[in-house]
């Protein structure tokens, strides 16, 4: 039910969000801020931070939830299953870029819906519905938990999607607030939701992908949460095991098994043939999560950190050093793998939202500020920024130190650790807001050219007048680096050119054909080709034709009517 939230921001992505990046003409979101704010510290932060929240959530969980899957149907050592998983999707992603990306998503989604709907199906079957999920679902204990411990028991809120704002996992008030702002960050302005927007024909494309995505939101409740609450009923001594040496013996986290309570249903309850499928699908699942990361994390590496420090660097120099980082950010991910099994009480979905807590919240302000109030300048955004970065990188670290104690032991650690990190990130979100506002307004207000186009009230705006050594933000801006787009060099070697007027192409060896494949280089050495024409300014239009406007907005507020519904179901 916490998915929910999300549903709302998606499609204030398309609504709201999107015709302020396409007016502005950005790539990146990185580079949004720089139109937005001038200078290049407040992009170069947000870069940086960006791959640090892609390295340390997404890329560790995602390779770390897969490799569970894959030790608990082959029974393979964690980090071997790791190395075989990313060897699949590195091939595609390296090779194939954003293109390859895209296309692979759409067809896994396929495939995807159909393994898990059949396999919420025989979870329900197996239990006799959600009347009997919730019947039963309170006496899945283990049979080897000790009788005067409350350790391995449900929670009795556990149907519940508004709990209590002091006792329980999930309080209200911060499923409310304090999770709408990474949400909105996640869905509004991360790079890897916003690029595949951003790639749309025209905004009624982007609208109907977010719409589409908007009502696939509401399924993870039914195929991801109520089957995972059905695997602690069938196999309780597994997947709800409370005693940390128990623990270990099943899936080798002594902090706890619940993380394995979806593979081992797919692995225990499906027959031969889905279950073949449903394996097919989760590894799809968290490759296509993982390539959509890795593109992303690229383009923002070279596109607004290494053309910062190498503004002379060609499109082909921008391409192998992409591919090379993506290298480096696998590395990187795998040796965080075991912080991530060890945080948190072992469970993933906690660890990524504690975190997300305490970094995500004064980037969504950022922009939030930016988009929906002219008056913010770059002083104010960047003190905005740096303030709520700190108090979240302190909260962060502080959290590693005292790690959270197993079920039984004393909590002994200090009361800012004990602050709940949906409350913290509420915190975090108005004193980002205040100092954003308070800097901005005692200081110089941006010029014409900061605002013009790249604000809400402003996206239909005409181009500014510029001072002539300023380049106006219609200019096309840099294209995200493709193997069939590589800027060659004017002039090749004296013997390359020989070879070529002879119409003979150099020999390669077999090792260098092989790199050159990997970086979408290959064939490239046989002749010079012509060079492009200078591009001319275009201005992707905000127009929509009438009569699919209205059904755009009318599938708009259904999938609103849906959510709004369910909240109040299950709330």
């Known amino acids: 039910m916490v998915w929910w939230p999300g549903l709302f921001f998606v499609l204030m992505l398309a609504w709201i969000f999107l015709p302020i990046y396409i007016s502005g003409q950005v790539t990146t979101m990185p580079e949004y801020l720089r139109k937005r704010f001038g200078g290049s510290r407040i992009p170069l932060t947000l870069a940086v931070l960006y791959l640090f929240i892609y390295i340390f959530t997404k890329i560790s969980v995602d390779m770390y939830a897969g490799a569970i899957f894959i030790q608990q149907s082959l029974h393979l050592d964690l980090y071997l299953a790791v190395i075989g998983l990313l060897a699949i999707t590195a091939v595609y992603t390296i090779a194939g870029g954003l293109a390859a990306v895209i296309y692979t998503d759409a067809l896994q989604t396929f495939i995807m819906l159909i393994g898990a709907l ?44 508004f709990r209590d704002p002091l006792t329980s996992d999930l309080p209200w008030p911060g499923i409310l607030f304090g999770m709408s702002i990474p949400s909105l960050w996640y869905w509004c302005t991360d790079q890897v939701i916003v690029q595949r927007t951003l790639a749309a024909k025209n905004l009624s494309h982007a609208k109907g992908g977010s719409i589409m995505a908007a009502y696939l939101k509401v399924l993870p409740l039914f195929v991801m949460v109520f089957p995972g609450m059905v695997s602690r009923i069938l196999f309780p001594d597994q997947v709800a095991c409370a005693i940390p040496d128990i623990c270990k013996k099943v899936c080798g986290n002594p902090s706890g098994c619940s993380d394995i309570a979806y593979p081992k249903l797919v692995l225990e309850l499906l027959p031969t043939g889905l279950r073949g499928l449903m394996m097919a699908v989760m ?3 968290l490759m296509s999560s993982l390539t959509s990361i890795f593109n992303s994390a690229s383009t923002i590496f070279t596109m607004d950190l290494w053309t910062h420090f190498r503004p002379q660097a060609t499109e082909k120099e921008l391409l192998i050093v992409g591919r090379v980082f993506v290298l480096i ?46 008056r913010t300048n770059e002083k104010g955004a960047f003190a905005g920024l740096i303030f709520g970065l700190l108090l979240g990188l302190i909260r962060l670290v502080l959290d590693f130190i005292y ?32 100092t ?91 002749a010079e080709p012509p060079l492009p024409s200078e591009a001319e300014p275009v201005r992707i239009s905000l127009k929509e034709k009438p009569l699919v406007k209205t059904f755009l907005d009318i599938n708009l507020i259904i999938c609103l009517s849906c959510a709004i519904f369910l909240w109040g179901y299950f709330a």
């Open 329 to 374: 950010l696998v590395l990187v991910s795998i040796f965080w793998i075991p912080v991530v099994q060890a945080s948190q009480g072992g469970q993933l979905f906690i660890y990524i939202q504690s975190i997300s807590s305490y970094l995500q919240p004064s980037v969504a302000i950022v922009f939030i500020m930016g988009c929906f109030w002219k």
């Open 403 to 434: 790690v959270q104690p197993l079920c039984g032991e004393p909590d002994e650690r200090p009361e800012v650790v004990k602050v709940h990190y949906l409350y913290f990130s509420m915190i975090l979100s108005i004193v980002t807001l205040l």
């Open 118 to 161: 059949s396999l919420m199906g025989y979870s329900f079957a197996e239990v006799g519905g959600l009347q009997g999920l919730q019947e039963k679902y309170f006496s899945a204990v283990a049979s080897n938990r000790s009788e005067n411990s409350s350790c391995g028991l449900p929670r009795e809120d556990a149907f519940h999607m």
């Open 283 to 285: 590894v799809a699942a």
């Open 436 to 526: 954003v506002f308070a800097v901005s307004w005692f200081t110089e207000p941006p010029s014409s050219e900061m605002v013009s186009r790249l604000t809400w009230a402003t996206r239909h705006d005409h181009d500014p007048v510029l001072p002539k050594n300023q380049v106006s933000i219609t200019t096309t801006p840099p294209p995200v680096p493709e193997a069939s787009s590589v800027n060659w060099p004017k002039s090749l070697p004296e013997n390359a050119s020989k070879a070529h007027s002879d119409g003979v192409s150099p020999k390669q060896s077999k090792v260098l054909q092989t790199l050159l494949w990997l970086c979408g280089l290959e064939g490239k050495g046989q």
